[in-house]
């Protein structure tokens, strides 16, 4: 087991968020703030960060407190997880990460006597019918060519402006941003395509029927269940970046302290790496694919290699099973010729055109002889053709 150190601790979580600092120690950001309270150890507050992003001045950084006693909290080291080293980490995540901390990515305020961008003006033309709604009431565009915002009528003026400062910070870092042949919003960033858009969750709503004084059956006793748009806005990631063990984040949502507005930058930077890790997938891609086919042609020519190999080893054997034939009709040619001599004298013509003929067969047989004798048998093709 290992020992927090109440020092360390405290310029961890003043140096970087609590989240990251959780990482480093391999416990949840739960444990953690148990245990800075527990150690006493002072924390930033809620928005802290946001602000130090956005180029705001943070709260100011409390001293820690001087204890009689520190109490002993021990972490298992088998948790344990080492930051990733500088090799490790992608260079373009990097330099947007660099660009999110500077705050080159933030949002600038809005300008109400600005030109609005022609594709915030076609997206509201196209929901502002207030006609055409789901059955959740959220808006549906009368025709396609506008950018993704689902959302209902009382979110509709803030999505535009949030969709329209996203849109301002991806054409400032000379990215571009577009709509899709099927209606998508696409950011096309470094020539990889990234879907994105705006939408308002729907929510269920739960009402429990009045109870009747004397229930005749369960319908008495039942509760009515309607959805309906919840009031929030979500940025959202749609395409699709698994990437080694690394998921980027998808959704940046309204939340308790912080509205979508505050974390556009944030939503960029997201952008931006999933176009990094869009790009790092189809390279990988194209690399297992040059793989498979180097593989696939080493496969080949192995094959190859070995039938020839074999048909070279058949022919080897051939030729010896051929050559002993050889040696053996010799053998017993001589044999014979020798027995022969001392046959009948009448028949030795006949037993000498014998001898001639099965030499012939055996000089047909020796691969040794290149000029092979004739024979009828060199004809026996010929009986299909009749």
Known sequence: ???????????????????????????????????????????????????????HQGVKKMPLPKLDKVPVIFRSPIAARKPPSSDQVDPEVAAVDQLFSSGALNAQPVDPTARIHPLIRHTASLLRSRT?????????????????????????????????????????????????????????INGDRVSFGIEEPIRKVVVQKP?????????????????????????????????????????????????????????VAGLMRTAVAQRRREEKRKRDEAEKDRRARERAQLQKDVQQEEEKLKEFDDWMD???????????????????????????????????????????ADPFVSEKPPSVLDRKNELGRW
């Open 1 to 55: 087991m290992e020992q927090y150190d109440r020092e360390e601790l405290y310029e961890k979580v003043w140096e970087k968020p609590m989240l990251k600092v959780a990482e480093e120690y391999g416990v949840s950001s739960v444990a953690l703030g148990k245990t800075c309270r527990k150690l006493c150890v002072p924390v930033p507050g809620r928005g802290h960060w946001a602000k130090l992003a956005h180029g």
């Open 132 to 188: 055409r709604k789901d059955e959740h009431s959220i808006l549906l565009p009368r025709d396609v060519g506008g950018l993704d915002v689902k959302v209902s009528e009382g979110t509709l003026e803030r999505a535009l402006q949030v969709m329209a400062q996203v849109v301002a910070v991806l054409e400032r870092r000379g990215h571009s941003v577009g709509v899709s042949d099927t209606g998508g919003t696409i950011a096309l």
């Open 211 to 267: 109870r009747v004084p004397n229930p005749t059956d369960r319908w008495d006793y039942d509760e009515t269940v309607s959805y309906e748009p919840g009031g929030k806005l979500v940025l959202c990631i749609h395409s699709d970046t698994p990437w080694g063990e690394r998921e980027e984040r998808k959704r940046w949502s309204d939340a308790k302290f912080q509205r979508v507005e505050s974390r556009i930058a944030d939503f």
């Open 322 to 364: 051929a050559w002993e034939r050889a040696e053996r009709m010799r053998s017993f040619i001589a044999a014979y010729a020798e027995k022969s001599s001392s046959w009948s004298v009448e028949k030795q013509p006949k037993y000498k055109t014998w001898i001639e003929w099965a030499t012939q067969q055996a000089d047909r």
